[in-house]
């Protein structure tokens, strides 16, 4: 199961121990929480038996110095070698891209018995939480008097990004983010070190690593190998460095030691890591659009790709090699969302909000100045929902149609870096160019490694065939285009792909390379039609 990027305790005070389940004994609270909300609990009342600074100090070494995030994934250091173990399909995409025909090390498995023999793990970083620090007063104090949704939410986006560009002035040396924890809540400026050089120490062979396939992921219990080992590199001064066989192991402050006893019952249990986000604030309507829209339709589309994918994955191996990450990160959100969907419905999830939401109506009305203030909340909400609800639709096959389709992602990459571009002064474009092509070419680099033809026109006509079939007020304008040149979709949408997609020079990844991004020139003047495309939906 995949985890995302806000480091967060998910803290479940032994709910996982049966034992304490049935002797009757309720958790004093559950649920996630950001890192500076932990010395507001009580942890030892809980069960920790160690000091709570030991877990998180901002001032000093504690255990979150030896977790990192490792390309979105947790991982923990476990010598002072720079060695980090995570999960197996966290290293999945870099052992596909280090795989061939020849050395399968997708199905195969690998292993280095020398730091010599560890090989790149192409496309992963480590990111070293330097430091963390609540901003939630300086984000929410600069629309404190701003009411109007859209304005609030633009500034606070603008505000998020000023401390970032702050953080990173004051420090060079660091990769500053303001993350969300909670919305409207509490925002977090984290300061990151970024270790460029990670390899591939140890990866199980897929029969271990997969064992029990999508047919027991997200289940519990899941009996699998799903662990890897890497290592993080820096160069000889300590400083983060690109890959280089001079290179040296890093070094972490901390690292974590395995308890050999293992667990017993009514242990305490605390999960340090990087969980991403929790909907459990969120109004019955939400869950209720998550329900009808949401997941049934990236679950099905996910379906579709995949199902596409294999068909052409079998026509050789170094293409079924090519498609693995993507069929793997597919099919993880897709028994996810269907997973979400059955027991949703099976506990009546939205009942249940939609009763919480009504007490808290009550309890809104039943107080002379909350209701002043807050009256409306609830119709509010609804009648948000309501305009939701009537785009949901196309909102969600714009999600989707970039993901979807390698060559509109890249045509969408080289759009965005020549609209940068023509916003220079004429005077400074030669250096943006000069500055910024690097980080476009690795973009693209890493979209072409995925990028496989027949799998790309085949997803690019099931996504326009799904929003020519929308109703009118949910029309994508610039598919309408393409559909009403011919009575019948199907021909119309084949018609167009015959003349863009498949004539389409993006096809050729040595001509984008080594052409189109050669120079300033020829990327100023070059267009074809997915880059129209592109601009029509954009």
Known sequence: MHKKTRIAAILTAVLLSVGILQSGYKPWEEGMFPLSEIKKLDLKKAGLKIDQNEIYNPNGTSLIDALVNVGGCTGSFISNQGLIITNHHCAFSAVQLASTPERDYLTNGFVANTHEQEIEAKGLTCRITDSYEDVSDKVLGAVAQIEDPASRLKLINDVMKNIVIEAEKKDPGIKAEVSEMFIGKTYVLFRYKIIQDVRLVYVPNRQIGEFGGETDNWVWPRHTGDFSFMRAYVAKDGSPAKFSKDNVPYSPKKFLKVNPQGTKEEDFVFILGYPGRTFRHRPAEFIAYQQEYVLPYVSELYDFQNTTMEAV??????????????????????????????????????????????????????????????????????????????????????????????????????????????????????????????????????????????????????????????????????????????????????????????????????????????????????????????????
């Open 313 to 538: 994955g079998k026509k050789n191996k170094a293409t079924e090699i090519k498609l693995a990450t993507r069929i793997k990160r597919n099919a993880n959100t897709m028994k996810n969302y269907r997973g979400k969907l059955q027991g949703m419905k099976g506990i009546d999830l939205v009942g249940q909000k939609k009763k919480e939401d009504n007490e808290l109506a009550r309890f809104i009305n039943g107080n002379v100045d909350l209701k002043a203030q807050y009256g409306s909340l609830m119709t509010d909400i609804d009648n948000l929902y309501k305009l939701i609800n009537g785009d949901a639709q196309r909102d969600l096959w714009f999600a989707q149609i970039y993901n979807s389709t390698s060559l509109l992602s890249i045509a969408r990459n080289i759009n965005v870096f020549k609209e940068a571009l023509n916003a220079q002064p004429a005077a400074d474009k030669q250096a943006f160019y000069d500055q910024n092509v690097p980080r476009l070419k690795q973009i693209l680099n890493t979209t072409y490694e995925a990028y496989e033809i027949d799998a790309d026109r085949k997803i690019f006509k099931r996504m326009l065939a799904d929003a020519a079939a929308f109703n009118v007020n949910q029309k994508v304008t610039a598919v309408h285009k393409i559909s009403s040149k011919h009575a019948n979709n199907n021909i119309a949408i084949d018609q167009y792909i015959q003349n863009t997609l498949e004539i389409s020079k993006l096809q050729d990844p040595d001509y984008v390379m080594k052409t189109l991004l050669s120079s300033l020139k020829s990327i100023s003047s070059y267009t074809d039609g997915l880059l129209l495309f592109d601009l029509d939906i954009a």
